[in-house]
C-alpha cells in the first residue's frame, strides 16, 4: 500500500468554502470533522498539539498553503484532513497572510518516516501542474476530490 | 517552471545538494567509526616511521661525533685506542646523564614516559618534552656503544607522535591509548622491518589481546609504517641467513632440548638485569654517576672484547652465517650479558630486546655446535639453532610466543626452519613461565599497575567513557538547520534538548536522507516533528555492562548519556569506547 499517495487521494476529512476570519478558527474548523474519525483517541490533546506546534513555527510551505500537523499520542494512525478556506484566506503568520489551502495532518508518535512521506508527498501534489489552482478553484466536493486523485497518481 | 532567485533559496538548494552528495559518498564508502580509526591508524604508522628514522640518523651521527668513525658500533670499538673505549661509552654514559637531569627539571610536573604505562593503565597521554629528553639520552648511550638496543627509544618516539596525533584529534582515552599502541607498533614495524610481529607485539604483549577490535588498527599502523621505510630507505629482511633445512626429524630431539635451555637460562637473564638495577640503585650514587659507571664497565670490557658495545646485532649476524667459532662466542656471550646488566642496570634509557635476539642467537648456537660435537647428524647446522634458539629465547623472555615466531621469520624470511622455531618457542614459554612468572615487560606492568589506586581500576561508569557536549539543536531547529549540522559533523544522529538541556530525542540521519533535495520541507519540518523520543538513552552512572546492553539491537554508533533524574544530556556513549575499554578491563583483571 502507497500510504500518503493513498491518503491524499482519499483524505479522511474534506471541507470545502471554510468561513474563518483567524487561524485558531481554521485549524478549529478542520479538526472537528478529523478528530471524529477512527483512529484519533484523544479529540482535544489533539488539538492542542497542532495548536502547539502551529504556535512553536511556522506550518506553511507557501503563501496560501498551510500544514498543520502534530506527532502526537492523540492519534494511533496517521490522520489527514484537507480544508479549503473562503477567499481571501487567513493569516497563519506574518509571512503567509493569506492561507487558504489547509492539510491538516496528525501522526503517531513513532512514525516518523510515514509523517515525512506524507508532508514530500503533499508537496509534490502541490507542485504537480494546475492541482494547486485547481484545488482554489474547484466547484464541488467531487471535483477537489478528482484533483487529488489525479495529482497523487502523478 | 519558475526559477529560483531568492539568495537564501539558493544557498539553501545548494546546500541540500551538498549534503546529499555527501551522504552517496558515505554511503558507497561506507565508512563507519572503525574504518575512520584504521584511517588515524594508518597516519600513526606513516608519522612512528619517520620518528624511527630520525632517531636512527641521530644515533648514527651521534655516534660519529664521539668516535669519529661512521662505521657500525662494533667495527668502531675494534679501531680506537684502548682508552677510548673506555672514554667512550663514559662520555656517554655523562652526556645521558646531563641530559635526563636537564630534562627533570625542565619537566618535572609532566606524567610518566612510559608507552606501555600509557597504553594499559593510563590516559594515552604521553608527554612530549619528557619523551624527547629521554630519547635524546637514549641517543648519548647508544651512540656511545652502551650495550643496549635502540628499538625502545624508537617505539617510545613513535608512540608520542601518536599520542600527539589522538590528543590533536581529542581521541577519548580508549582511542586514544589504542592510537598510542599503533604507534608503538608502528616504532617496533619499523625497527626491525617486521609489521606482523610489531602488531603482535603489542597485541600479545601489551594489550593482551588478539581481537580485531584492536589487532586490526595495530596491522594498519604496523604495514603503513613498514612501507613508509622500505620506501624512504634500502630496508630488507634484518638477518640475512643462509637456507636452513630440518635434515632429519632426529633434529626435534636436540631441538626440545635447545627449547628447555632457553626457557631455563631467559629467566636467568631477566633475574641478572633486575639484580644490576637493584645493584646500582643501591650504591646510592645518583643518575650522573651511575651512567657513568654503567659506561666504564661496559668500556673495561671492551677492551678486551669490542663486539659487547652496540645491540648485539652485527654479532648476531655473525653467528647466523657461522663466522664466529664457538670458543670465541662463549667469551663474547659471558661478557656481553655482564655488559647489557651493566648498561641496564645503570638506568640507561632504552631497549633490551636486540639485546635477548643476542643471548638467544648465543644459547642457540653454542647449544647446537656442542650437540654437533657429540652427535653430528643431531645437529648439522649450529647456525640453524642460533636461529631457532633467537625465537625460543625471546618467547621465554617476553612471554609472547605467538610474536617470537612470527618476527623470526619476518626477520629472516626463512620458512624452512619453522617447524623446530614453533616448537622451540612454544616449549621455552612455558618453561620460563613455570620457573619465573615475570616477563621482560610484566614485571614492570605490574608494578606500575600495583602503583596507581585500586578504585581507578575497577571504575567502569558510563561516565568515564563518554564525550562531553554532544552536538545539539533545539526542538524549534528547522529542517534547514538540521541538514547543515549533518554536514558539518560526522554523525547519525544528532540529539534534541530543551532550553534547559533536557534531552527530547534524536533526529537521525538515516530518517530525513531521502528527502534533503525537497526545499519546501527546509522551511516547514523543525526538529521535534521527525525526532524519536524512543531513541535509547544510557545514564553516566550505568556501568560500562549496562552500556553494552543499551547497544544491542541497535544500529546507532553513539548513544545519548541522560541523568536519569533531571533528564539532562551529559554526553555521549561510543560504541567503539566501550567495546576497546572492556577489552582492556579484562586484560586488567587478568594482570
Given at each position: 500500500m502507497d500510504l500518503?499517495n493513498d491518503?491524499?487521494?482519499?483524505p479522511?476529512?474534506?471541507?470545502?468554502d471554510?468561513?474563518v476570519?483567524?487561524r485558531?478558527a481554521?485549524?478549529?474548523?478542520v479538526?472537528?470533522?478529523?478528530?471524529?474519525?477512527?483512529?484519533?483517541?484523544?479529540?482535544?490533546?489533539?488539538?492542542?498539539?497542532?495548536?502547539?506546534?502551529?504556535r512553536?513555527?511556522s506550518?506553511c510551505i507557501?503563501a496560501?498553503?498551510?500544514?498543520?500537523?502534530a506527532?502526537?499520542s492523540?492519534?494511533?494512525?496517521?490522520?489527514?484532513g484537507?480544508?479549503?478556506?473562503?477567499?481571501?484566506?487567513?493569516a497563519?503568520?506574518?509571512?503567509?497572510?493569506?492561507v487558504?489551502?489547509v492539510?491538516m495532518i496528525?501522526t503517531?508518535?513513532?512514525?516518523?518516516?510515514?509523517?515525512l512521506?506524507?508532508?514530500?508527498?503533499?508537496?509534490r501534489?502541490?507542485k504537480?501542474?494546475?492541482?494547486?489552482?485547481?484545488l482554489?478553484a474547484?466547484?464541488?466536493e467531487?471535483?477537489?476530490?478528482?484533483?487529488?486523485?489525479?495529482g497523487?497518481g502523478? | 517552471m519558475?526559477?529560483?532567485t531568492?539568495?537564501a533559496?539558493?544557498?539553501?538548494?545548494?546546500?541540500?545538494?551538498?549534503?546529499?552528495w555527501?551522504?552517496w559518498?558515505q554511503?558507497k564508502l561506507?565508512?563507519?567509526?572503525?574504518?575512520?580509526?584504521l584511517?588515524?591508524a594508518?597516519?600513526?604508522?606513516?608519522?612512528g616511521?619517520l620518528?624511527s628514522l630520525l632517531?636512527?640518523?641521530?644515533?648514527e651521527?651521534i655516534h660519529?661525533?664521539?668516535?669519529?668513525?661512521?662505521s657500525?658500533v662494533?667495527?668502531?670499538?675494534r679501531?680506537?685506542?684502548?682508552?677510548?673505549?673506555?672514554?667512550?661509552p663514559?662520555?656517554?654514559?655523562?652526556?645521558?646523564?646531563?641530559?635526563?637531569?636537564?630534562?627533570?627539571?625542565l619537566?618535572r610536573?609532566?606524567?610518566?614516559?612510559?608507552?606501555?604505562e600509557?597504553?594499559?593503565i593510563g590516559s594515552g597521554?604521553?608527554?612530549?618534552?619528557?619523551?624527547?629528553?629521554?630519547?635524546?639520552?637514549?641517543?648519548?648511550t647508544i651512540?656511545?656503544g652502551?650495550?643496549?638496543?635502540r628499538e625502545?627509544p624508537m617505539?617510545?618516539?613513535?608512540?608520542?607522535m601518536?599520542s600527539?596525533?589522538?590528543?590533536w584529534?581529542q581521541?577519548?582515552?580508549?582511542?586514544?591509548?589504542?592510537l598510542?599502541a599503533?604507534?608503538?607498533?608502528?616504532?617496533?614495524?619499523s625497527?626491525?622491518?617486521?609489521?606482523?610481529?610489531?602488531?603482535?607485539?603489542?597485541?600479545e604483549i601489551?594489550?593482551?589481546t588478539?581481537?580485531m577490535?584492536s589487532?586490526g588498527?595495530?596491522?594498519?599502523a604496523?604495514?603503513?609504517?613498514?612501507?613508509t621505510?622500505?620506501?624512504m630507505?634500502?630496508?630488507h629482511?634484518?638477518y640475512?641467513?643462509?637456507?636452513?633445512?630440518?635434515?632429519?626429524p632426529?633434529?626435534?630431539g636436540?631441538?626440545?632440548?635447545l627449547?628447555?635451555?632457553?626457557g631455563?637460562?631467559a629467566?636467568?637473564?631477566l633475574?641478572?638485569l633486575?639484580?644490576?638495577e637493584?645493584w646500582f640503585?643501591?650504591t646510592?650514587?645518583?643518575?650522573?654517576?651511575?651512567?657513568?659507571?654503567?659506561?666504564?664497565?661496559?668500556?673495561?670490557?671492551a677492551v678486551f672484547?669490542?663486539?659487547v658495545?652496540?645491540?648485539g646485532?652485527t654479532?648476531v649476524?655473525s653467528?647466523?652465517n657461522g663466522?664466529?667459532?664457538w670458543?670465541a662466542?662463549?667469551?663474547v656471550?659471558v661478557?656481553?650479558w655482564?655488559?647489557t646488566a651493566?648498561?641496564?642496570?645503570?638506568?640507561?634509557p632504552?631497549?633490551?630486546f636486540?639485546?635477548?635476539?643476542?643471548?638467544?642467537?648465543s644459547?642457540?648456537?653454542?647449544f647446537?655446535?656442542?650437540v654437533?660435537t657429540?652427535?653430528?647428524?643431531?645437529?648439522?647446522s649450529p647456525e640453524a639453532?642460533?636461529?631457532v634458539?633467537?625465537?625460543?629465547?625471546?618467547?621465554a623472555?617476553?612471554?609472547a610466543p605467538?610474536?617470537a615466531v612470527i618476527m623470526l621469520?619476518?626477520?629472516?624470511?626463512?620458512?624452512?626452519i619453522?617447524l623446530?622455531?614453533m616448537l622451540c618457542?612454544?616449549l621455552?614459554?612455558?618453561t620460563?613461565?613455570?620457573?619465573?612468572?615475570?616477563?621482560l615487560?610484566?614485571?614492570?606492568l605490574?608494578?606500575k599497575?600495583a602503583?596507581?589506586?585500586?578504585?581507578?581500576l575497577?571504575?567502569?561508569?558510563?561516565?568515564d567513557?563518554?564525550k562531553?557536549k554532544p552536538?545539539t539543536?533545539?526542538?524549534?531547529?528547522r529542517?534547514?538547520e538540521i541538514a547543515r549540522?549533518f554536514l558539518?559533523?560526522?554523525i547519525?544522529?544528532l540529539y534534541v534538548?530543551?532550553?534547559d538541556g533536557?534531552?527530547l530525542?534524536?533526529v537521525?540521519?538515516h530518517d530525513i536522507?531521502?528527502?534533503l533535495?525537497?526545499?519546501?520541507l527546509a522551511g516547514?519540518v523543525i526538529?521535534?516533528?521527525?525526532?524519536r523520543?524512543d531513541?535509547?538513552?544510557?545514564?553516566?552512572?550505568?556501568?560500562?555492562?549496562?552500556g553494552?546492553a543499551?547497544?544491542?539491537?541497535?544500529?546507532a554508533?553513539?548513544?545519548?548519556v541522560?541523568?536519569?533524574?533531571s533528564?539532562?544530556?551529559v554526553?555521549?556513549?561510543?560504541?567503539?569506547?566501550?567495546?576497546?575499554?572492556?577489552?582492556e578491563?579484562?586484560?586488567?583483571?587478568?594482570?
Amino acid at each position: 500500500m502507497d500510504l500518503p499517495n493513498d491518503l491524499i487521494a482519499q483524505p479522511d476529512v474534506v471541507l470545502l468554502d471554510v468561513n474563518v476570519n483567524t487561524r485558531a478558527a481554521a485549524l478549529r474548523a478542520v479538526h472537528t470533522p478529523l478528530a471524529l474519525v477512527p483512529g484519533v483517541n484523544d479529540e482535544a490533546r489533539f488539538l492542542r498539539d497542532l495548536q502547539e506546534r502551529a504556535r512553536v513555527a511556522s506550518v506553511c510551505i507557501a503563501a496560501e498553503v498551510a500544514l498543520p500537523h502534530a506527532r502526537t499520542s492523540a492519534v494511533d494512525r496517521i490522520v489527514l484532513g484537507i480544508g479549503r478556506l473562503e477567499a481571501p484566506g487567513v493569516a497563519f503568520d506574518a509571512e503567509h497572510p493569506q492561507v487558504r489551502l489547509v492539510f491538516m495532518i496528525g501522526t503517531p508518535k513513532q512514525q516518523v518516516e510515514g509523517y515525512l512521506k506524507l508532508v514530500s508527498s503533499i508537496s509534490r501534489l502541490l507542485k504537480t501542474e494546475g492541482v494547486r489552482a485547481g484545488l482554489l478553484a474547484a466547484a464541488t466536493e467531487a471535483e477537489f476530490r478528482a484533483l487529488l486523485v489525479r495529482g497523487a497518481g502523478a | 517552471m519558475k526559477a529560483v532567485t531568492d539568495p537564501a533559496a539558493l544557498l539553501m538548494r545548494r546546500l541540500l545538494r551538498l549534503l546529499r552528495w555527501r551522504l552517496w559518498i558515505q554511503e558507497k564508502l561506507q565508512f563507519t567509526e572503525w574504518q575512520i580509526t584504521l584511517l588515524w591508524a594508518a597516519l600513526a604508522g606513516f608519522l612512528g616511521a619517520l620518528a624511527s628514522l630520525l632517531f636512527s640518523v641521530l644515533a648514527e651521527g651521534i655516534h660519529e661525533l664521539l668516535t669519529g668513525y661512521n662505521s657500525g658500533v662494533v667495527e668502531t670499538m675494534r679501531q680506537l685506542p684502548w682508552w677510548a673505549r673506555i672514554l667512550v661509552p663514559a662520555a656517554g654514559g655523562l652526556l645521558a646523564g646531563l641530559t635526563l637531569l636537564f630534562g627533570q627539571r625542565l619537566t618535572r610536573e609532566q606524567s610518566s614516559t612510559d608507552y606501555m604505562e600509557a597504553i594499559v593503565i593510563g590516559s594515552g597521554d604521553l608527554p612530549v618534552r619528557s619523551s624527547l629528553l629521554k630519547s635524546a639520552a637514549a641517543l648519548f648511550t647508544i651512540g656511545s656503544g652502551g650495550s643496549i638496543g635502540r628499538e625502545g627509544p624508537m617505539v617510545q618516539l613513535a608512540a608520542m607522535m601518536a599520542s600527539m596525533l589522538g590528543r590533536w584529534r581529542q581521541f577519548s582515552p580508549p582511542q586514544l591509548r589504542l592510537l598510542v599502541a599503533c604507534g608503538a607498533a608502528a616504532g617496533i614495524a619499523s625497527a626491525y622491518n617486521a609489521p606482523i610481529a610489531g602488531s603482535f607485539f603489542v597485541a600479545e604483549i601489551i594489550l593482551g589481546t588478539i581481537a580485531m577490535e584492536s589487532l586490526g588498527p595495530l596491522a594498519v599502523a604496523a604495514v603503513v609504517a613498514a612501507l613508509t621505510v622500505r620506501v624512504m630507505t634500502n630496508a630488507h629482511q634484518l638477518y640475512r641467513v643462509p637456507a636452513f633445512t630440518l635434515n632429519s626429524p632426529w633434529e626435534m630431539g636436540p631441538y626440545i632440548v635447545l627449547g628447555l635451555v632457553a626457557g631455563t637460562v631467559a629467566p636467568w637473564f631477566l633475574r641478572s638485569l633486575r639484580a644490576a638495577e637493584r645493584w646500582f640503585v643501591g650504591t646510592s650514587m645518583p643518575l650522573i654517576a651511575r651512567l657513568v659507571l654503567g659506561g666504564i664497565i661496559v668500556g673495561d670490557i671492551a677492551v678486551f672484547v669490542p663486539e659487547v658495545c652496540g645491540n648485539g646485532y652485527t654479532v648476531v649476524l655473525s653467528i647466523l652465517n657461522g663466522h664466529i667459532a664457538w670458543a670465541a662466542l662463549l667469551l663474547v656471550f659471558v661478557a656481553k650479558w655482564v655488559a647489557t646488566a651493566s648498561t641496564f642496570g645503570s638506568g640507561a634509557p632504552g631497549g633490551v630486546f636486540t639485546p635477548t635476539l643476542f643471548m638467544g642467537a648465543s644459547v642457540g648456537y653454542l647449544f647446537g655446535a656442542a650437540v654437533h660435537t657429540l652427535w653430528p647428524t643431531g645437529a648439522s647446522s649450529p647456525e640453524a639453532f642460533a636461529l631457532v634458539g633467537m625465537g625460543a629465547f625471546l618467547s621465554a623472555a617476553t612471554y609472547a610466543p605467538v610474536m617470537a615466531v612470527i618476527m623470526l621469520f619476518e626477520m629472516t624470511l626463512s620458512y624452512d626452519i619453522i617447524l623446530p622455531l614453533m616448537l622451540c618457542s612454544v616449549l621455552a614459554y612455558y618453561t620460563a613461565k613455570g620457573l619465573e612468572g615475570q616477563s621482560l615487560y610484566s614485571e614492570a606492568l605490574k608494578r606500575k599497575t600495583a602503583a596507581i589506586p585500586a578504585d581507578l581500576l575497577s571504575t567502569g561508569s558510563v561516565r568515564d567513557l563518554m564525550k562531553t557536549k554532544p552536538e545539539t539543536v533545539p526542538a524549534t531547529a528547522r529542517f534547514a538547520e538540521i541538514a547543515r549540522m549533518f554536514l558539518t559533523v560526522r554523525i547519525n544522529h544528532l540529539y534534541v534538548v530543551d532550553a534547559d538541556g533536557r534531552f527530547l530525542g534524536a533526529v537521525s540521519l538515516h530518517d530525513i536522507k531521502p528527502y534533503l533535495g525537497e526545499p519546501d520541507l527546509a522551511g516547514l519540518v523543525i526538529a521535534s516533528d521527525i525526532m524519536r523520543e524512543d531513541f535509547p538513552r544510557i545514564g553516566p552512572k550505568q556501568s560500562l555492562s549496562d552500556g553494552l546492553a543499551a547497544f544491542l539491537g541497535v544500529t546507532a554508533e553513539r548513544l545519548p548519556v541522560v541523568e536519569p533524574e533531571s533528564g539532562q544530556l551529559v554526553g555521549s556513549l561510543a560504541k567503539g569506547d566501550l567495546l576497546l575499554a572492556l577489552v582492556e578491563k579484562r586484560k586488567k583483571t587478568e594482570v
